[in-house]
């Protein structure tokens, strides 16, 4: 399943970021539909969502004086999900 996603980091003010992000992926299958032992058909099915929104991070490297090699933080997603869903053909068989 491929997944593009993209996001931006930004410096708001000493030990906070704001990084704006969305991601796209899409998924497809079909689905077979039966009763008991007898198979009425198949439908084909695809999803597609897109997540956008915000990640906002607050640093904690200086009041906790860590060195270079940790990173202590704590963040926040905020945003959104468009789904959408599409039942293609019916295909009888």
Known sequence: MP???TTL???VVKNFTLAPFITVFSYQNNIIGEIR????GIINYRQTVIPIGVKGSYYFDQILKAGHK???????????CYTENNLGKRILR
């Open 70 to 80: 940790w990173d202590f933080y704590l963040a926040a997603f905020f945003g959104s």
């Open 37 to 40: 032992i007898i198979r009425i």
């Open 3 to 5: 997944v593009l996603h």
């Open 9 to 11: 980091n930004l410096i």
